[in-house]
Every structure is written in C-alpha cells, then in structure tokens.
C-alpha cells in the first residue's frame, strides 16, 4: 500500500498546526513547528479560497490518522448516513485498532502503533488482530501479544500515563487496555480540525 514516506514535521509546518505525528516530540521543545514556525507563504499567491481552506482541514484529519484518500472517502460515505455526520467521521477514525493502541500509550505515535500492529504485537480479546483498520468495539481489551512484543512495547507503556480519556481504561502491569465504551462526540472535541469543513468539502 502506498504510503507518505517524507519529513512528517514538514506537513505540520504547512498545515501551520500540531498534528502529532511524531509523539512525545510533537511535546517536546524539539518540535521543529516550534522552533522553526509556519511554512513561509510563497510571494504572490492568492488569499485562500473556501475550497482550499475547506481542503487543508481534510488533509489535516487525514494525516493525523495517516490513511489514504480512498479508504477517507469510505470513512465520510460510511459517516453520512448518520445525523451527525462530522462527529461519525471523526469516532471512526478513532476506533481504529492502531489509534487506540497509540491513545493507550503503547506506543508512541499513530505510525508506530500501526507497525505494532501489522507485525502482530497486538491482540483483541486474547486474539493477534494485524489490520490497523480493525474497529475496536466497546468492552474489548487490546492486549500485547506474548513476552517477545513486550520486550517491545514494554519499555514505551512504562514511560507513558494513562490516557486522559474516558472511554478508554489501562492496566500498564498487566500490559493490556479496554474500550469501555464507544467514543462520544464530546470526547472528539480536541481533535484541531473543523470537521464541518470537511462535511461541506464533501457535500459538494
């Protein structure tokens, strides 16, 4: 599958906002946005039209959650056959298995979870699952896979805290985390995108 495989702090700089993909150092004082500031606007160009900016806040969610455009489309086809299309969308996106697992604290990025993932490091309910697209469901327990994933994993949940949010629970001794229930629009609501854009990119 084809995949963006260049600087991820560049595309923070454009999007001229944090997307956290690069974890604990989106947090750090090496983040290059902090350091280095917005992509300067080329001489010239035009103040942004609605469907540009309608456009950048639709990449933005995209790249946070690193899928391709065609597998996006399904997610917002899926999603408007619900009343709330833009909170649909985004709880989604976060049911995904390698966005729980990186909300879980094992890992330390989206893309790095997504590796766990597909190198079958991460079990549900007890069984190795290795698509990162997997929709967790509420009440399952997303688990480390043996002692050799823990050795991996291990020492990245050892220096992460719990996750601030409520639908989802830890247990760091035990190596294992649950879904305790399916996210709510109220728990989307830090997501830095305006997803109503996205609706009306898309209503089109």
């Not at 702090?9 to 999007?15: D, E, F, L, T, V």
Request: proline residues 5%; contains cysteine.
């Amino acid at each position: 599958m084809a995949r963006y495989i260049g600087p991820k702090c560049k595309r923070c700089r454009k999007a001229k906002e944090k997307l956290f993909l690069r974890g604990d150092k989106c947090l750090s004082d090496k983040c290059v946005l902090m350091k280095r500031g917005e992509e300067p606007e080329v001489r010239g160009r035009r103040r942004m039209s609605a469907y540009s900016i309608q456009l950048r806040e639709k990449q933005k969610l995209r790249m946070m959650y690193g899928i391709l455009e065609a597998q996006f489309h399904n997610y917002f086809l899926k999603a408007a056959k619900t009343r709330n299309t833009a909170a649909s969308l985004v709880i989604a996106l976060e049911r995904r298995l390698d966005n729980v697992v990186f909300r879980l604290g094992f890992a330390g990025s989206r893309t790095q979870a997504r590796q766990f993932v597909r190198h079958g490091h991460i079990t549900v309910n007890g069984r190795r699952v290795s698509i990162p697209s997997y929709p967790v469901k509420a009440s399952q327990t997303v688990g480390i896979n043996g002692p050799d994933s823990l050795k991996v994993i291990g020492p990245i949940l050892a220096t992460k805290e719990a996750p601030g949010m409520t639908w989802l629970s830890v247990n760091p001794e035990r190596g294992t985390g649950t879904v305790v229930r399916v996210p709510t629009p109220e728990d989307v609501k830090d997501i830095p995108c305006n997803t109503q854009l996205i609706v009306e990119l898309y209503s089109k």
